[in-house]
């Protein structure tokens, strides 16, 4: 995947490449194909795990059909909330990663500029944009972490909920 990325980027126009910048390109083709690999996995899971949740709910079924019944209602409100909490999460990704692409391309131009950094002594502005750029890489990623554990807050709390309502 990574060498179809960069054989796309080689076709890209001149153009592209003076308004993007190299950093951008760089996290992108390293970081996408994870995410690919990841979203791949987590499908993966996801699907094994609703497998295993209603072969556990038809069992359960068959031994206490009140406590089968709540478990398999426990679904309408997880897919509620699930539709509240995903385009939040889209969002708060997409920030999190323009701006770790941002630090990843002021590295980027900071190492590839290190001798005219250090020639007109620069030092100074260019740690500043990498703190400026870092901090707000670190503030996105702590945004969407937030989310994910509210999230995950709120699908435990329902679930344990639904089932101490059907003891």
């Not at 001149?14 to 951008?24: C, E, F, K, N």
């Not at 909330?81 to 708060?92: F, L, S, Y």
Request: hydrophobic letters at 55%.
């Amino acid at each position: 995947l990574r060498l179809a990325l960069v054989e796309r980027w080689h076709q890209l126009s001149l153009s592209y490449h003076s308004d993007h910048r190299t950093g951008d390109s760089i996290f992108r083709i390293y970081q996408d194909s994870a995410m690919v690999t990841a979203v791949i996995g987590h499908l993966i899971g996801i699907t094994l795990a609703l497998m295993s949740y209603y072969t556990c709910v038809a069992l359960v079924s068959l031994l206490s059909p009140w406590i089968g019944l709540i478990a398999g209602v426990l679904v309408i409100p997880a897919l509620l909330w699930a539709r509240w909490a995903m385009p939040r999460m889209r969002v708060r990704t997409l920030v999190y990663r323009a701006a770790t692409s941002d630090v990843t391309s002021t590295i980027q131009e900071t190492f590839s500029a290190i001798k005219l950094i250090k020639a007109y002594s620069a030092n100074d502005r260019a740690e500043r944009q990498m703190e400026a750029d870092s901090i707000v890489a670190f503030n996105a990623a702590y945004r969407v972490r937030i989310l994910i554990a509210m999230v995950s807050i709120v699908m435990f709390t329902l679930a344990a909920t639904f089932m101490i309502a059907g003891e």
